[in-house]
């Protein structure tokens, strides 16, 4: 805590919450050497212990004054990495700790990732995300490892095709019976999921019509190229035939399901990756590398201005090029570039770096069916 005016003894009131709270004790920090002190005044810069309602941000005060002064502004992540609990008792601990460190912790940034199902940490740097997870194992007793974040692909298809999906099971009892004939076709790109019913003469009951976009979208939510969500598709039900007595809602549901699988094999299948919109700051010196950094890791530059002696290099960028780049522009600019970055739009993976990921995303899903 750092002293404006004044002094500050055993009790102080936090004007920014309000509360008054018993300090523990106070110190000043020599090093790695904690020196006991009974009060702090103007200038001192202190470390207090065991304060129960105060936090980063919070303006001490008095009570006949109360003041709340402006908080600190964090400079925004740079870096970002994936939290791995080292075993199930870290990840029953990783989500009540976490609110915690961000309490304490204020330039740190903590999201989870409801595509890849991944916690995700952003920090400063390196050095501060290895300070994190120190203060992780030493202070809460979590032990995590820290991994580089999967990319949320997408896939999608570049033809049209007219297939067909029927699921036939006949058992002791009744059967199962369910039959439909589509139309595949490509949606604009952001366009979403487009599902039409063109079915004439009562071929298909109306009633079963939902259950089989019901299967589509659930086959489509888990991909057939990698495992990535399938989007921009359009699909029309345009024939099929029933059984009175064996067909259900749920074997339409499966035929839809069979009839999705084969029109996504024949439609041209690609994989899209995700495009992140970057504003990079940097000394004028540093131009030239840091444009040819961004070239090589697939990106168009699409702009450049000056702003107070800073150069402001625009592009967009692959985000599987972006998730060590903090690091990157570190090293091109000596620790003096900063950066920030938005997904912007999806667009196709080129063919042989799509071929990698689509072979690495099937080996990782035969692993973990062993597992």
């Known amino acids: 805590m750092r002293i404006y005016s004044g002094k500050i003894a055993r009790e ?13 004790g106070l110190f000043h920090m020599i090093g790695k050497k904690q020196e006991p ?22 303006t001490i005060s008095t009570k006949d004054v109360p003041l709340d002064l402006a908080p600190i502004v964090f ?4 870096l970002m990495r994936s939290l791995k609990p080292k075993t199930r008792a870290d990840d029953d601990k990783l989500s009540s700790t976490l609110s915690r460190l961000k309490e304490e912790e204020p330039a740190v940034v903590i999201d989870k990732n409801a595509e890849t199902h991944e916690t995700i940490l952003s920090g400063l740097g390196e050095a501060h995300l290895q300070v994190i997870v120190e203060r992780l194992q030493k202070k809460f007793g979590v032990n995590i490892d820290l991994e580089v974040p999967r990319v949320p692909y997408r896939e999608t298809i570049k033809s049209k095709a007219r297939v ?28 979403g999921w487009v599902f039409e019913n063109k079915v004439f003469g009562g ?3 109306r009633q079963f019509i939902p259950a089989i976009e019901k299967g589509m979208l659930e086959t489509m939510n888990k991909g057939q190229l990698a495992g990535y969500p399938a989007v921009d598709i359009k699909v029309a039900v345009v024939d099929g035939s029933y059984h009175p007595v064996d067909s259900s809602e749920m ?19 690609i994989l899209l990756e995700p495009i992140v919109a970057l ?10 590398d840091v444009m040819g950094d961004l070239t090589s890791k697939r990106g168009k530059i699409s702009g450049m201005e000056s702003i107070q002696g800073k150069q402001i290099i625009k592009a967009s960028v692959p985000l599987a090029e972006m998730l060590n780049y903090g690091i990157d522009l570190g090293s091109i600019t000596q620790g003096t570039g900063t950066y920030s970055m938005k997904v912007n739009h999806y667009e196709e993976v080129p063919e042989r770096i799509a071929e990698k990921i689509i072979a690495d995303a099937k080996a990782t899903m035969v692993a973990e069916e062993e597992e």
Not at 12 to 24: A, L, M, P, Q, R
Request: glycine share 14%; net charge negative; hydrophobic share 30%.
């Open 164 to 191: 067909e999906g029927k699921h036939k099971k006949q058992t002791g009892g009744h059967g199962q019976f369910g039959h439909c004939w589509i139309e595949m076709e490509p949606n604009e790109r952001g366009g």
């Open 37 to 58: 002190t009974d009060e702090g005044v103007a200038g001192d810069i202190l470390v207090i212990s065991k304060l129960v309602h105060t936090a980063t941000n919070d």
């Open 251 to 269: 074997a339409f549901k499966l035929a839809g399901s069979l009839a999705f699988k084969k029109g996504f094999e024949q439609c041209s299948p």
């Open 279 to 288: 504003e990079a700051n940097v000394d004028e010196k540093y131009m030239g």
């Open 203 to 205: 071929a298909i009951p």
């Open 12 to 24: 102080i009131y936090n004007g920014t919450k309000d509360v008054s709270e018993k300090v523990g």
């Open 75 to 78: 400079s925004a992540p740079l």
